[in-house]
């Protein structure tokens, strides 16, 4: 059973950081490219961040780059996304999700984590 | 960026009922649209892949159409579960985008 399991999440205050962490598991994670989506409160899903299968290749939704850092450790199955310089507007539920084909980001979601709470908020 | 319009944004409907979502992106995407259906404080769920390509174990009643930027999403006799908000999601290129969502309520 695939299993995705957010961690990390929490309050911090503006211009502060914060690292998710996602542990994979039931599946072979070095064969999947993975990606981070978020959810506003009561608002509608948005891609955050999505890594390739060898970790080799990153891509950002504009709004994080330069501030979000996603990687991975392929030896421990776990998805990692440090986010620096955060913003009120950050304020989301972040899940970590795994394509329904391996070796591509570009592609449906089949497996979702059940969401990290994030509030960026004084 | 490409944009995915869904409409409605809202939808109240009897059980047995059928029940239509139009999404509508803002340039030709292929077949490059997937469905997810998000229940109240769930993770979402895949419905359907590539437009129109079903997914193991959800149930029969969800079938999808379209190509290039209108797509719909279809669910031939509402049940009460259903109750939720379906959302279509692009993959044709980056960034990734979403529609909007469309709140299905049970009458």
């Known amino acids: 059973e695939v299993q995705l399991v957010e961690s990390g999440g929490g309050l911090v205050q503006p211009g502060g950081s914060l690292r998710l962490s996602c542990a994979a598991s039931?599946?072979?994670?070095?064969?999947?490219?993975m990606t981070w989506v978020r959810q506003s409160p009561g608002k509608g899903l948005e891609w955050v961040s999505s890594?390739?299968?060898?970790?080799?290749?990153?891509y950002y939704v504009d709004s994080v780059e330069g501030r979000f850092t996603i990687s991975r450790d392929n030896s421990k199955n776990t998805l990692l996304l440090q986010m620096n310089s955060l913003r009120a507007e950050d304020t989301a539920v972040y899940y970590c999700?795994?394509?329904?084909?391996?070796?591509?980001?570009?592609?449906?979601?089949?497996?979702w984590g059940q969401g990290a709470p994030v509030t960026v908020s004084s | 960026e490409i944009v995915l319009t869904q409409s409605p944004d809202f939808q109240s409907v009897t059980p047995k009922e059928k029940v239509t979502i139009t999404c509508r992106a803002s340039q030709n995407i292929g077949s490059s649209l997937h469905w997810y259906q998000q229940k109240a404080d769930q993770s979402p769920n895949l419905l359907i892949k590539y437009a129109s390509q079903s997914i193991s174990g959800v149930p029969s009643r969800f079938s999808g159409s379209g190509s290039g930027t209108d797509f719909n999403l279809t669910i031939s006799s509402l049940e009460a579960e259903d109750a939720a908000t379906y959302f279509c999601h692009q993959s044709r290129s980056l960034p990734l985008t979403f529609g909007g969502g469309t709140k299905v309520k049970i009458k």
């Open positions: 999700a795994r394509p329904i084909e391996s070796l591509r980001v570009m592609t449906a979601i089949l497996y």
């Open positions: 890594i390739s299968a060898s970790g080799d290749s990153t």
């Open positions: 039931g599946f072979t994670f070095n064969t999947y490219g």
